[in-house]
């Protein structure tokens, strides 16, 4: 009877642990430039900035560190009186797992309500959603899940002298559950929402536009 207790607990527990959900986690860093332009209460946002994410995934029980770089952009809105920015920060990151396999990131995160302060140097804290589609050696996978994190900076001269510009860095805290993916015919990406793909898009083209090194 003990025996077979026990082996019914085995059986239980290997059970649960091959359900056991495969996961991303991932601190994100930014640092870069965000150019404002004001039009009565309005505030308009533009975002470049350079990316590093480190983390790790958990790919059926096997934990996999990771590291990737890259370029992102964005846009986003604000107001005077507030001063809490909503913006949509996208890019493609490239990098390798810990044992050397490449792995790309791509997708982004949509910040609201990335409060800061109206002085010459300024730091807040936000909130929002992210959403990634992983590539690797191994197959593909998208994750979306919470974005938390802050943001510090300092306002310079602008290149463009009707706006307002300022370089600073940001952090976000990443986590959520992966989902392996398999595009359908003539589908570029999954079923993000409509701002996230408008600013993708946005992206492409500007970097088609951009001239030759």
Not at 72 to 98: C, D, P, Q, R
Not at 100 to 116: K, M, W
Not at 153 to 172: L, N, R, Y
Request: charged fraction near 15%.
């Amino acid at each position: 009877m003990r025996k077979a207790l026990i082996a019914t607990l085995l059986l239980a527990l290997g059970s649960f642990c091959g359900l056991a959900a495969d996961t991303f986690h991932a601190d994100a860093d930014a640092t870069g430039t965000v150019v404002l332009w004001f039009l009565g209460q309005d505030v308009t946002a533009d975002v470049r900035a350079n990316v590093t994410l480190s983390g790790t995934l958990l790919l059926n029980g096997v934990a996999i560190p990771f590291a990737v770089s890259g370029r992102a952009t964005g846009s986003g809105t604000s107001n005077l009186n507030t001063l809490a920015v909503n913006a949509m920060i996208v890019f493609t990151a490239e990098g390798k797992t810990e044992s050397g396999t490449p792995l790309t990131i791509q997708g982004g995160i949509s910040v609201d309500g990335l409060e800061a302060a109206a002085t010459t140097s300024t730091s807040g804290k936000g909130h929002g959603r992210f959403y990634f589609l992983i590539t690797t050696a191994g197959g593909r996978w998208t994750v979306e899940g919470d974005a938390t994190g802050s943001a510090s900076g300092s306002f310079v001269v602008p290149d463009d002298p009707f706006s307002m510009q300022m370089i600073g860095a940001g952090t976000f805290n990443l986590s959520g559950e992966l989902r392996p993916w398999s595009p359908s015919a003539g589908t570029v990406y999954p079923d993000w929402p409509a701002k996230l793909l408008a600013e993708l898009e946005r992206q492409s083209a500007s970097a088609e536009d951009a001239p030759d090194d």
